[in-house]
């Protein structure tokens, strides 16, 4: 089993930055292609970013695209997510998620693509 841990939410005014950190324990984390993905209140959790397993390809939605940069660091079994140039609408509870990595690739970006699932840090953006 892999387990996931965030950190790194907080409170933060438009135009701020925070980056935030994913944990992993239990099995080797370099295997899982990695995301992030958000849920704000009332609305479905939503796909944010994501890196495969060596680091080599990284995808973005669109809303966060140029503001947003997902990193990895196999030695340390952290993910990252440096989030700048923030916004109230980024405003949600982000998670940490892990991918067996058979199948995976530039479409996966539902919630179904992903097997492990961190508890999520709340990062909220006041204007």
């Known amino acids: 089993q892999l387990q996931l841990v965030e950190s790194g939410g907080g409170l933060v005014q438009a135009g701020g930055s925070l980056r935030l950190s994913c944990a992993a324990s239990?099995?080797?984390?370099?295997?899982?292609?990695t995301g992030w993905f958000r849920q704000a209140p009332g609305k479905e959790r939503a796909f944010v970013a994501a890196?495969?397993?060596?680091?080599?390809?990284?995808y973005y939605a669109d809303s966060v695209k140029g503001r947003f940069t997902i990193s990895r660091d196999n030695a340390k079994n952290m993910v990252y997510l440096q989030m700048n140039s923030l916004k109230p609408e980024d405003t949600a509870v982000y998670y940490c998620a892990a991918a067996r990595a058979t199948g995976w690739g530039s479409t996966s970006k539902g919630t179904d693509d992903y097997d492990y699932w961190g508890q999520g840090t709340q990062v909220t953006v006041s204007s």
């Open positions: 890196i495969s397993w060596r680091g080599l390809s990284k």
């Open positions: 239990g099995r080797t984390f370099s295997s899982y292609p």
